[in-house]
């Protein structure tokens, strides 16, 4: 699976976007963009993922670029329960098979009041 | 939330005592996974299950074994615990193998 570059820490106001940045330079044309999140002591959470095309759901927004070299992750209307540690993550659909989720550092997105 | 639960969430038990821990889903999902989570690693796969009585090794799979007699659960047992395997032990599932679902975590301590 590809690598990922995340920012470290973010702040964000309370009802502002959050805009969560990922470079993933060396994706390959079958992987896919994925984002989990994880709020402390709780388990990961799957937020969305896409391959080329933009996606929303009810969680947020993921913006690929057109070369698929970075992504962002797009939080509408942050609220203090949104501070968490996100994670951007290259894989390829395993089809059947079963690879593990690889998990890098992350950004740990911090919503101030 | 995917209905996954985990179970002990908390449990300290002592070094060459043996501990099973639990995973049980209502989603009827194929897929189950078990990793752990410790400072400075990330998450790390141990072992998964792609059906009933289909098990495989993931990446740190030394010191622990896995069972899946039903499509809801999925077993982790470390035979004989060592102060190493001191972590937070989180369940996940997956229809395809690719978008996970995690369960909510179990704290382990072995003194």
């Known amino acids: 699976d590809a690598k990922t570059t995340q920012p470290p820490s973010m702040d964000c106001a309370e009802g502002r976007a959050a805009n969560l940045p990922c470079n993933h330079s060396t994706i390959s044309g079958n992987e896919y963009v994925y984002w989990y999140r994880q709020i402390h002591s709780q388990g990961p959470q799957y937020i969305i993922h896409g391959l080329k095309n933009n996606e929303t759901n009810e969680m947020a927004s993921l913006i690929i670029t057109e070369d698929r070299k970075s992504s962002t992750l797009i939080l509408p209307h942050a609220t203090l329960r949104d501070t968490a540690v996100y994670y951007c993550i290259v894989r390829r659909h395993s089809g059947g098979g079963a690879d593990g989720l690889t998990f890098g550092k992350g950004t740990h997105l911090i919503i101030q009041p | 939330d995917a209905g996954i639960t985990q179970s002990p969430r908390h449990k300290v038990t002592e070094t060459g005592t043996p501990v099973t821990l639990r995973c049980h889903q209502t989603?009827?999902?194929?897929?189950m996974y078990w990793y752990r989570q410790d400072p400075g690693h990330g998450l790390r796969l141990i072992h998964y299950?792609?059906?009933?009585?289909?098990?495989d090794k993931g990446e740190v799979s030394d010191g622990y074994s896995v069972s899946r007699s039903k499509t809801e659960d999925f077993l982790l047992t470390l035979e004989s615990a060592t102060s190493s395997q001191t972590s937070v032990y989180f369940c996940?599932?997956?229809?395809?193998?690719?978008?996970?679902?995690f369960g909510p975590g179990t704290r382990l301590t072995v003194l």
């Open positions: 299950s792609y059906g009933v009585k289909d098990t």
């Open positions: 996940a599932i997956g229809t395809s193998g690719d978008t996970q679902y």
């Open positions: 989603e009827n999902h194929r897929y």
